[in-house]
């Protein structure tokens, strides 16, 4: 069975967002979909995302999609350099996924100190890419926190086809954003 993985962003939750409304969509076309909470929302480490997301998927296979929201995308790239080299997955969906943030983000929860291990931590795009060659990235043209110049990086470093949404902020539910076809499409294309 194909089965989607749905990794909410920081301080997020798998009851936000457009999320139910993804999971109902997918679930509607045969799909096994898990939205878990992930650890401590307002206070990410990366071990314990990634800890938490291998947990959930298991054991993966190419009937295996993953799709991270803000966050929840470093965590995707982060358990994918994790697995295996011969395991490969269905493919990858980025949405609103950051590399850095800009100055508007920080507040009282949001703070550089919490998102320092996130941005200084590296990346091993390459291992990443032995897992599948399907990556998505999904951005909007006036997200407030994340620049559009991280589309290209993912665009440049995995190869990822990019989709650009206009006005939706940083896609979320403050975004008033509730439904996101571009990437229950993106998914269906992946898993035919």
Not at 29 to 39: I, L, Q, R, S, T
Not at 65 to 75: A, E, P, R, Y
Not at 162 to 177: A, F, M, R, T, Y
Request: proline residues 5%.
């Amino acid at each position: 069975m194909k089965k989607v993985i749905l990794v909410h962003g920081w301080g997020g939750s798998p009851e936000n967002e457009w999320f139910p409304w993804l999971k109902k969509q997918l679930e509607e076309k045969g799909f096994k979909v898990d939205a878990p909470e992930m650890p401590d929302t307002f206070n990410p480490k990366i071990d314990k995302w990634v800890a938490k997301l291998n947990e959930i998927v298991g054991k993966p296979d190419k009937d295996t999609f993953l799709l991270g929201h803000s966050i929840g995308c470093q965590t995707v790239m982060r358990y994918l350099q994790s697995l295996e080299e011969e395991t490969k997955i269905g493919g990858v969906i980025f949405v609103a996924g950051w590399f850095d943030l800009t100055d508007e983000t920080w507040d009282e929860d949001y703070t550089p100190e919490k998102a320092k291990q996130w941005i200084e931590t590296p990346i091993d795009f390459e291992k990443i890419k032995k897992h599948t060659d399907k990556f998505v990235d999904i951005a909007s043209d006036d997200d407030p926190y994340v620049r559009l110049s991280d589309s290209e990086l993912f665009k440049e470093k995995l190869g990822a086809k990019i989709i650009i949404e206009h006005n939706k902020g940083h896609i979320c539910q403050e975004s008033g954003v509730m439904e996101l076809p571009s990437a229950l499409n993106e998914i269906l294309e992946m898993a035919k």
